[in-house]
């Protein structure tokens, strides 16, 4: 096991058993993405240069075969204090994933929240985000939906929900900067994939813990005044606004 497996624990408590990933329990529908999604094109001066499979599967890598063709997406902004970063949201790909991520896009869950885990050493690993403490946010937090399948390589760029064991699955979300194909073992998910704007990405602020980040549970219960506390080279690069592109 990757001394670093994602974790996005929901107690200080948890926040001890670091070495088998991220959040909570289960409950949401698996209804695939109905939120506002694009029709792939059938051709595009880009998929004439890609082979036949990388177009089938949109810019993922399946594990084998058996994975879906990949027809739809939904494109979505983050606006952060580093830039822009752009991602592809796929639901065939991952549909409960999808579906979460886009209706918590929608709801404005992610408008000024921190990515306060970066992990870059000894390797890149993952930026995390999805901790929002204010008043009628905070409750997506206890709404944990089913896992997906892990069809796709969780490889630079891709997007997989945080979770502390099967089907806890609620807001944390990380960037892969490497392949962490060894999360499959955990069923972790890929659900999307940065396609504009990684570099912005590569940016953002590593601070608090080398391998755990911010303290979560401080954002939790503590948030404005926590981060507000931390010193100005401490300060996590800030989610400013998380939108559907039309």
């Not at 694009?38 to 949109?58: F, G, H, I, L, W």
């Not at 991602?87 to 921190?114: H, S, W």
Request: hydrophobic share 35%.
């Amino acid at each position: 096991m990757n001394k670093y497996a994602i974790s996005a624990l929901a107690t200080v408590v948890l926040l001890a058993s670091v070495q088998f990933g991220c959040t909570k329990q289960e409950t949401a529908s698996e209804n695939q993405a109905d939120a506002q999604t694009q029709s792939v094109p059938a051709e595009s001066q880009q998929q004439e240069k890609e082979s036949p499979m990388s177009a089938q599967y949109r810019s993922l890598t399946p594990f084998d075969s058996n994975a879906p063709a990949i027809t739809e997406y939904t494109l979505v902004r983050f606006e952060t204090t580093d830039g822009d970063v752009d991602m592809e949201i796929y639901p065939q790909a991952a549909p409960n994933a999808a579906k979460r991520f886009v209706e918590l896009v929608e709801a404005g869950y992610y408008d000024d929240t921190p990515v306060f885990r970066v992990v870059k050493n000894p390797q890149p690993f993952v930026a995390q985000f999805g901790i929002n403490w204010r008043k009628g946010m905070s409750d997506w937090r206890e709404k944990n939906f089913r896992d997906d399948p892990s069809l796709f390589h969780l490889d630079r760029g891709t997007l997989a929900f945080a979770k502390a064991g099967p089907h806890t699955n609620s807001t944390q979300v990380f960037i892969n900067y490497g392949n962490n194909d060894f999360l499959k073992a955990q069923n972790f998910s890929t659900f999307g994939k940065v396609v504009k704007g990684m570099e912005i990405a590569d940016q953002f602020k590593s601070v608090g813990s080398p391998d755990m980040g911010l303290d979560q549970g401080m954002l939790w219960y503590n948030g404005e005044a926590y981060l507000k506390s931390l010193p100005a080279q401490h300060q996590p690069t800030m989610i400013k606004k998380a939108y559907v592109v039309k």
